[in-house]
């Protein structure tokens, strides 16, 4: 029975190290740089959505329900607008449905 060995690669910390990488195949590296990106912009939108619900008070800023609630763009994306807190707020599924466009 022949040995089998592992071959540690650490995983670089950031993306410039990645590319210096080129002990790495292309697959590998992209591979780890998506689900990188992925967890990165996890985290980051859960904090927006936790400062937008605790700046609204858990509540649809239309009906002031407290049910199913969102994030829902004032202006949307594709119109010039952003996800900066102040372009964001909470609406419950219903108002965000009926919400004019």
């Known amino acids: 029975m022949a040995k089998r060995f592992k071959f540690y690669h650490p995983l670089p910390r950031t993306i410039e190290q990645a590319k210096a990488s080129n002990d790495w195949n292309r ?6 740089l998506r689900n990188r990106s992925r967890a990165s ?10 400062r937008v619900f605790e700046r609204d008070g858990y509540k ?18 594709c119109r010039g ?9 909470t609406l419950c ?7 004019p466009n």
């Open 81 to 89: 607008g952003n996800n900066d807190d102040c372009n964001l707020q």
């Open 27 to 32: 697959g590998e590296r992209l591979e780890y």
């Open 93 to 99: 599924r219903s108002c965000n449905s009926r919400k």
């Open 60 to 77: 649809c800023v239309y009906c002031g329900s407290a049910d199913d609630l969102t994030i829902d763009h004032i202006i949307p994306i």
């Open 41 to 50: 912009n996890h985290i980051h939108k859960m904090e927006i959505r936790t």
